[in-house]
């Protein structure tokens, strides 16, 4: 049966909207562009020019569009919130860049607002739909590394000042690695782990003024956050968010079990194999050492373990850079009669755990989640 088609417009056509048009129609076929605006029109008029988009339009003239199924916001993230519920009032379905809401009260606003519309409403990212992630979520549902126990999680950079020609307004309130990077990483971990109790977190800065691009800019967030988080299954784990250090050997991410380890890719820029580690042969290679406790201890800790790990390959081959999948899957939903993966209370949970950072910093005390999320169906591939 051939698949139907949805029509979607873009709001804001800067330095992301290419991966966007890039993926949804040539890629991922059952979307189609019917036209995009900006403040910036000639920005508007030069994206459509590069995709073939129909139509250059006022975000009202989008808005009142019947072409227009998914209204997709790739605007700063200080317009997310007014731009999603004008879209929902327009009786649009709306996926929106990262992140949904500048704070849980805006976030419960559009979750109310959509289901009251019955519209779906959903939010970058969506790397947890990948091939990767999938195969890890796939490894953790069968039990490949047992009960997990903890998890290690780590955006550890130098923040986009060395490539955004834009950059400075991740350093402006409302921005900063919790809210710009935690998606990322929070939306992964809690589509892999279940959603959080509870977060806490210490936070400061590396430089108050930062030169991009020949420029002085101002900071006006903290741009180092070390996080420690609580999952309502009783895992832990850490989440280290920085735009402060130039460069390190920290892993994306690392999930640790009753049965083994599992080194998974880093879930913003998606690179890195997935490892696997067994307990057993872990334990055999060590109890290979027989009674000789400093050879029992090299190979606890020496490289002949790194030996064991098997490389696992994904589930399917990654098509592109794949962002656009959670579009994607709405229009699907939407056609299916179902709740799309990239739910609105899985953003909403999202929303207020990458704020909770700031909260946890200002208080001194760890922040208990009030929000949670059904986790989304296994991707199939
Ligand atoms: N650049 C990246 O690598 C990257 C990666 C992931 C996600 N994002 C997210 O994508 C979004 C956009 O980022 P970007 O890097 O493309 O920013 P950008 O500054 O390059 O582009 C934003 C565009 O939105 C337009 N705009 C702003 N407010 C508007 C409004 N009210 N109505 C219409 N147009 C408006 C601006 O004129 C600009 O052209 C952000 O939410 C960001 O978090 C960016």
Redesign the pocket.
């Known amino acids: 049966m051939e698949e139907k088609v949805l029509g979607y417009g873009v709001?804001?056509?800067?330095?992301?909207?290419d991966?966007y048009f890039g993926t949804l129609g040539p890629v991922f076929k059952n979307l189609r562009p019917v036209g995009c605006?900006?403040?910036?029109v000639e920005?508007a008029k030069a994206a459509a020019a590069r995709w073939n988009v129909p139509k250059v339009y006022t975000?009202e003239e989008m808005l009142a569009d019947p072409e227009v199924d998914i209204v997709i916001i790739?605007?700063?993230?200080?317009?997310?919130y007014?731009?999603t519920m004008a879209a929902l009032k327009a009786g649009k379905h709306v996926y929106?860049?990262?992140?949904l809401a500048a704070s849980l009260q805006q976030a419960n606003e559009i979750v109310e607002f959509a289901a009251e519309k019955g519209l779906f409403v959903g939010a970058?990212?969506d790397t947890f739909l990948t091939p990767e992630f999938q195969t890890v979520r796939k490894l953790l549902d069968e039990g490949a590394i047992g009960k997990v126990i903890s998890v290690t999680a780590n955006y550890v950079g130098p923040g986009?000042d060395l490539w955004?020609?834009?950059a400075g307004?991740l350093y402006k309130k409302g921005?900063g690695p919790a809210l710009?990077m935690g998606p990322y990483f929070l939306t992964t971990l809690v589509t892999l782990l279940g959603p959080i109790e509870s977060l806490f977190a210490y936070a400061n800065r590396g430089w108050d003024v930062r030169e991009i691009w020949g420029k002085d800019v101002e900071v006006e967030v903290n741009t180092n956050y070390c996080g420690v988080l609580k999952f309502s299954n009783g895992v832990v784990g850490n989440l280290n968010l920085t735009y402060d250090e130039w460069r390190s050997s920290l892993p994306g991410m690392e999930i640790y079990g009753t049965e083994g380890v599992l080194f998974a890719p880093d879930p913003n820029a998606m690179m890195g194999p997935i490892k696997l580690l067994k307990a057993e042969d872990f334990k055999n290679l060590v109890n290979s050492k027989g009674d000789n406790v400093g050879a029992r201890l090299g190979a606890i800790y020496g490289p002949e373990a790194n030996g064991l790990f098997t490389e696992i390959e994904t589930l399917a081959p990654r098509v592109g850079n794949q962002?656009g999948a959670g579009v994607s899957d709405m229009a699907k939903a939407i056609v299916e009669g179902r709740k799309p993966r990239v739910s609105a209370e899985l953003c909403r949970h999202v929303t207020e755990g990458i704020n909770a950072f700031d909260v946890s910093v200002a208080t001194g005390e760890p922040y208990k989640m009030t929000t949670t999320f059904e986790m989304p169906a296994a991707l199939e591939f």
């Not at 709001?11 to 909207?17: D, M, Q, R, S």
């Not at 605006?37 to 910036?40: E, F, H, I, V, Y």
């Not at 790739?74 to 997310?80: D, E, F, G, M, R």
């Open positions: 709001i804001g056509t800067g330095v992301y909207c991966h605006s900006d403040l910036n920005a975000t790739l605007t700063n993230p200080a317009s997310h007014s731009l929106c860049e990262k992140p970058a990212p986009a955004h020609p834009n307004y921005v710009d962002r």
